[in-house]
């Protein structure tokens, strides 16, 4: 993938925390926004769902639910 630097101000103490975290600070924001546009492209998709379908059933939640069990640790599976 190809790159495009930019300039992103941020809190000095949340600089602070992600310097101790990692040396690479590109990569790891790069991942981040990753996840958090692919969580936006879901609440949209989930909320286009609701305009046209309606509400989750509590079925329909609880199997979601047990599929992406998987996401969960072993002690929040349970």
């Known amino acids: ?12 103490e949340l600089f602070s925390r992600l310097k101790e975290i990692t040396d ?19 609440r949209r998709e989930v909320e286009m769902f609701y305009q046209k379908q309606g509400p989750f059933s509590q079925e329909e939640i609880d ?13 929040m599976a349970a």
């Open 24 to 42: 690479n600070v590109s990569g790891f924001t790069a991942e981040a926004l990753c996840w958090s546009i692919r969580q936006e492209l879901m």
């Open 1 to 12: 993938m190809a790159s495009k630097k930019i300039t992103v101000t941020i809190p000095e």
């Open 63 to 75: 199997a979601a639910e047990r599929d992406l069990a998987f996401d969960k640790p072993q002690a």
